[in-house]
């Protein structure tokens, strides 16, 4: 298994994480004595918020909300029509 092997496996399984696991994963970075040097080094892209968001509250502005199914990006055009089609059924 390469390094770039590994690189690609973690930023998938973080991908994967709910908020919760992803706040606990930090918590187990930030307590051990030689990640927490590399924490430190980056810089805090959540915002600071009080309220535990993991993203800047301009891109949750941006992106609107983002609970959606998993494969909403690859069917958005299929969610859209079928959205349109009960839409202009129920004005018949």
Do not use: C, K, W
């Not at 919760?20 to 307590?31: C, G, H, K």
């Not at 009080?50 to 983002?66: E, K, Q, R, T, V």
């Amino acid at each position: 298994m390469t390094a770039a092997h590994d690189y690609e496996h973690l930023h998938h399984l973080v991908d994967r994480l709910s908020p919760t696991q992803v706040r606990r994963l930090r918590l187990i970075i930030t307590e051990d004595e030689e990640l927490s040097r590399v924490d430190q080094q980056v810089p805090d892209v959540a915002g600071g918020g009080d309220d535990g968001d993991l993203l800047p509250a301009s891109f949750l502005a941006l992106s609107g909300s983002i609970e959606a199914p998993a494969d909403y990006a690859e069917r958005h055009d299929d969610y859209i029509r079928e959205r349109v089609e009960r839409e202009r059924s129920a004005n018949e």
